[in-house]
């Protein structure tokens, strides 16, 4: 039960972040953010883009630390193609809904979210088998 709660949980939230795409939206006007000098800012929409595909990545990291997945077969390159298309489809759709506009900075920002989650993943999945191997090769 837990692994389509797990599940369904995931795909609402993919077709959230799809289908807010589709929502035609005046130009708002989001603050930047000044982080020490002014010589580094950050548009608070980038960052927001950058959290929501960091925080996908967490999500699939939670289920695979509780051993429930989302593909039965290679589920971490499935994961990772999955959300890479949506984080570049979400940006491409813009260039025909009115009033939205495509923006290669938005797209980038969703990219490096998904990186920067992958690596994490990564780093703290491989931590996890290290340290298993190391207590089975104890024992």
Known sequence: MKHLIYRIIFWLGYLAVLL???????????DKIFLGPEVFNIRLDHLLHFAVYF?????????????????????????????????VATELIQL??????FNMFDMLSNVIGLVA?????????GTKYKVLNKIDQQE
């Open 20 to 30: 807010t795409t589709l929502v035609p939206i005046r130009e708002i006007s989001l």
């Open 96 to 101: 025909w809904v009115p009033d939205r506009t």
């Open 117 to 125: 989650g992958v690596g994490v993943i990564r780093m703290v999945l």
């Open 55 to 87: 925080l996908i990545c967490l999500y699939y990291l939670v289920g695979q630390l509780k051993r429930i997945s989302l593909f039965s077969v290679n589920p971490f390159p499935k994961f990772v193609r999955l959300i890479l298309i949506l984080a």
